[in-house]
């Protein structure tokens, strides 16, 4: 693919490609748009391991589509796995097959028609030109799926982390920063653990939240914010229905496969690398310590290795683009060196040394690993204290991230699970926790029309709002920045303020967290647009009827874009005197309000 190019482009030259490396064209088709294998119960074995086995060559095309493909010889049409999109044929008696988005496109006369039918969703229906007769789905797809063996390819090759079972040596690593300290240098507050985490925790799944948010942009902030701020989900926003990922969990995957590719062009499958696969991409302490010894566990077929994403304090700002730098070429190093798992870990905090923002690393890694070819031959694993809520999850995801591991949370619920309501023991309040996480996950990836994580993995389906052009083409290139902002040193500078506040010996924080106030206002918490001040002015101007606290309700809102919260609030009017116009020829208030239509507010007019 090449940059600015459209989906379909892409996704053109992909089957293309495909079908010149020797693939049936139908295959081709079913390798980039696969049916829903993951959650099928029903589906026969065979064809779910076709499907399996070529899951870890490519990631599979994802959102509405009506396909419709030829070679030449063979013309053909599928539906996405969610059959989001309309399909309608008629075939006639003079064996004529009419294929659109609707049925009588065009005028056949009812008696001629032989059959009519729809395309079905993750279904294909064939026509091969040479045998002169129309394949269906059944007969083509266990025709491909029975070809070769693909299920003893899967058993031999497969391996689930799951599955490998866990040494007696694999206790969490305790680390020797205190908790508090390791927190307040990730940024947690109060707020994370009481709206965020301890829900969770408890009922498997996200706390229910009011829409809207008053608080300033991250980059306007005067706290100091995790860099996840600065990426707003995209969302289909023109023609693609929503997913809903409760209803049609059948359609929606978390699995994920860790570790090197096989290579997509070698169609007689010489000598194809292992895979690592996992049901869902957050691990916990145990598929950490797994990963960590993955060599012994799978004679040396798999070998990870760590990427310390920390480095000393006194380097200070200047210090994060030298450490990127280093970081890229030691992953190229490990990956030469015949390691093909990478750990982005930040777990070697302490006092003296400060973690470059694991989105930041994680993303210069990716994008390097790219640009040198080298990403297809191993897996990126995202070990870090700064992710906590689902959003977080999400970005790293965005960025390439195969799975990660919130150390600092889990180990923040461990050190909580006594006092969550409900009994709950910590392991059942760390499986909440991932459970949570999953759900939020479905949740997100459906705004997008897109249901499966490896489909989401690396799409960098976020805009950033405030960071500059020149830090976004170097580490996050490809995502849309409309405003330019601010750059990775005042990125570094953010975490290191961070660093300081924690391992610093503010009275406020030696013994309890930040206050927090995003989500409720706080005396010393984040702005918000309205305050306890505002409201009171409001109500008391509307109950007493008086035109003076109004104004002063007033000038408190109008104020606000010399609070920098808003983008639009460092805009001004200009205002040019001598183009004023008298009053007598604005037409009144009385006039104006005659043609209101109630309908019209919400239409924007």
């Known amino acids: 693919?090449?940059?600015?190019?459209?989906?379909?482009?892409?996704?053109?030259?992909?089957?293309?490609?495909?079908?010149?490396?020797?693939?049936?064209?139908?295959?081709?088709?079913?390798?980039?748009?696969?049916?829903?294998?993951?959650?099928?119960?029903?589906?026969?074995?065979?064809?779910?391991?076709?499907?399996?086995?070529?899951?870890?060559?490519?990631?599979?095309?994802?959102?509405?589509?009506?396909?419709?493909?030829?070679?030449?010889?063979?013309?053909?049409?599928?539906?996405?796995?969610?059959?989001?999109?309309?399909?309608r044929y008629i075939i006639t008696d003079d064996d004529m097959v009419i294929m659109g988005s609707e049925t009588g496109v065009l005028p056949i006369p009812e008696s001629k028609i032989v059959r009519k039918w729809r395309l079905q969703p993750g279904k294909m229906f064939l026509i091969d030109l040479e045998q002169g007769r129309m394949i269906n789905d059944e007969e083509l797809k266990s025709g491909l799926a029975n070809s070769k063996p693909y299920k003893q390819w899967i058993d031999n090759l497969r391996v689930k982390l799951d599955d490998i079972e866990p040494n007696a040596s694999d206790a969490p690593q305790s680390d020797a920063a205190d908790l508090l300290d390791r927190q307040q240098a990730f940024g947690m507050t109060q707020e994370d653990i009481k709206f965020l985490l301890a829900p969770m925790a408890s009922a498997g799944e996200e706390a229910i939240g009011s829409m809207g948010n008053d608080s300033p942009l991250a980059v306007l902030s005067d706290k100091n914010k995790p860099l996840y701020n600065y990426f707003k989900q995209l969302f289909a926003q023109?023609?693609?229905?929503?997913?809903?990922?409760?209803?049609?969990?059948?359609?929606?995957?978390?699995?994920?496969?860790?570790?090197?590719?096989?290579?997509?062009?070698?169609?007689?499958?010489?000598?194809?690398?292992?895979?690592?696969?996992?049901?869902?991409?957050?691990?916990?302490?145990?598929d950490m310590a797994k990963l960590r010894t993955i060599a012994e566990r799978t004679q040396?077929?798999?070998?990870?290795?760590?990427?310390?994403?920390?480095?000393?304090?006194?380097?200070?700002?200047?210090?994060?683009?030298?450490?990127?730098?280093?970081?890229?070429?030691?992953?190229?190093?490990?990956?030469?060196?015949?390691?093909?798992?990478?750990?982005?870990?930040?777990?070697?905090?302490?006092?003296?040394?400060?973690?470059?923002?694991?989105?930041?690393?994680?993303?210069?890694?990716?994008?390097?690993?790219?640009?040198?070819?080298?990403?297809?031959?191993?897996?990126?694993?995202?070990?870090?204290?700064?992710?906590?809520?689902?959003?977080?999850?999400?970005?790293?995801?965005?960025?390439?991230?195969e799975a990660v591991h919130p150390y600092l949370a889990m180990e923040t619920l461990v050190a909580l699970h006594k006092?969550?309501?409900?009994?709950?023991?910590?392991?059942?309040?760390?499986?909440?926790?991932?459970?949570?996480?999953?759900?939020?996950?479905?949740?997100?990836?459906?705004?997008?029309?897109?249901?499966?994580?490896?489909?989401?993995?690396?799409?960098?389906?976020?805009?950033a709002i405030g960071i500059n052009t020149e830090t976004i083409n170097k580490?996050?290139?490809?995502?849309?920045?409309?405003?330019?902002?601010?750059?990775?040193?005042?990125?570094?500078?953010?975490?290191?303020?961070?660093?300081?506040?924690?391992?610093?010996?503010?009275?406020?924080?030696?013994?309890?967290?930040?206050?927090?106030?995003?989500?409720?206002?706080?005396?010393?918490g984040e702005e918000h647009m309205w305050t306890p001040d505002a409201i009171a002015k409001l109500q008391h101007s509307t109950r007493a009827n008086n035109f003076s606290t109004y104004k002063e309700y007033a000038q408190i809102i109008n104020d606000q874009s010399k609070r920098h919260m808003t983008l639009r609030g460092l805009f001004e009017f200009k205002i040019d005197p001598s183009k004023a116009i008298p009053l007598e020829q604005v037409e009144p208030a009385a006039e104006i309000v005659k043609r209101f239509a109630t309908g019209a507010m919400s239409l924007g007019s």
């Open 1 to 87: 693919s090449f940059a600015g190019q459209s989906d379909t482009a892409t996704f053109d030259n992909c089957l293309e490609l495909l079908t010149m490396a020797g693939y049936p064209i139908s295959q081709a088709v079913m390798m980039m748009i696969p049916e829903p294998w993951e959650q099928h119960t029903t589906m026969d074995e065979r064809r779910k391991a076709f499907y399996e086995y070529h899951a870890a060559m490519l990631e599979p095309w994802d959102g509405p589509a009506s396909i419709v493909f030829t070679d030449g010889r063979q013309i053909g049409a599928t539906l996405d796995r969610n059959g989001l999109r309309p399909s």
């Open 238 to 286: 023109v023609t693609n229905p929503p997913i809903d990922p409760i209803r049609e969990a059948i359609v929606m995957s978390l699995v994920s496969f860790i570790g090197p590719k096989p290579n997509l062009l070698d169609i007689n499958q010489v000598n194809p690398p292992m895979r690592l696969e996992v049901s869902q991409p957050v691990l916990d302490f145990q």
């Open 300 to 401: 040396g077929k798999f070998r990870s290795h760590t990427l310390d994403i920390t480095y000393p304090v006194a380097w200070g700002r200047e210090g994060v683009e030298a450490k990127l730098a280093s970081l890229c070429a030691e992953a190229v190093d490990a990956i030469k060196g015949g390691h093909n798992i990478l750990i982005i870990s930040d777990r070697g905090v302490n006092a003296t040394q400060v973690a470059i923002p694991a989105l930041l690393a994680l993303s210069a890694i990716h994008q390097h690993l790219v640009t040198e070819g080298l990403r297809t031959t191993a897996g990126l694993v995202v070990e870090t204290g700064t992710a906590r809520e689902v959003h977080h999850f999400a970005v790293l995801a965005g960025y390439g991230a």
């Open 419 to 463: 006092e969550l309501p409900g009994d709950l023991s910590a392991d059942k309040a760390l499986y909440n926790y991932v459970k949570a996480i999953g759900k939020g996950l479905s949740k997100i990836m459906s705004k997008m029309g897109v249901s499966t994580y490896m489909s989401y993995c690396g799409a960098q389906l976020f805009e």
């Open 475 to 524: 580490y996050f290139t490809g995502t849309s920045s409309r405003v330019g902002g601010i750059g990775v040193f005042e990125i570094a500078e953010e975490a290191l303020r961070m660093h300081t506040a924690a391992f610093g010996d503010d009275p406020l924080l030696a013994t309890m967290l930040d206050a927090g106030g995003e989500y409720a206002w706080r005396a010393r």
